[in-house]
């Protein structure tokens, strides 16, 4: 089993930038995807990004494209989330997910491992 925790969340002024880690307890698959959803109040948890553990193939939610930044560590088995531009919109809690999605990996229902998530709050 894949066990997920992240970290780095925090308050950040609007503009600013946040880098957010997610540490794996066992080596991931190398046919896993690595992905990172949010959640905000009252709102259904959205794709924002993700990433093929073995080659390394982004995939960017429109909205998050051009500012956030999603890269792997294999050594230490942690995919980070580097959040550059940030705005009041991103507030949200922040989920990482590990899974091995056909072709749905925008898709919560395709992860089977959640970390418990960190939150930002992005500041007007």
């Known amino acids: 089993q894949v066990h997920l925790v992240e970290s780095g969340g925090g308050l950040v002024q609007a503009g600013g930038s946040l880098r957010l880690s997610c540490a794996a307890s066992e080596r991931t698959w190398r046919n896993y995807v690595m992905a990172w959803f949010r959640q905000a109040p009252g709102k259904e948890r959205e794709f924002v990004t993700a990433?093929?553990?073995?080659?390394?193939?982004?995939y960017y939610a429109d909205s998050v494209k051009g500012r956030f930044t999603i890269s792997r560590d294999n050594a230490k088995n942690t995919v980070y989330l580097q959040m550059n531009s940030v705005k009041p919109e991103d507030t949200a809690g922040y989920y990482c997910?590990?899974?091995?999605?056909?072709?749905?990996?925008?898709?919560?229902?395709?992860?089977?491992?959640w970390g418990q998530g960190t939150q930002v709050t992005v500041s007007s």
């Open positions: 997910a590990a899974g091995r999605p056909s072709s749905r990996y925008y898709s919560t229902n395709e992860y089977d491992y």
């Open positions: 990433i093929t553990w073995s080659g390394g193939t982004t």
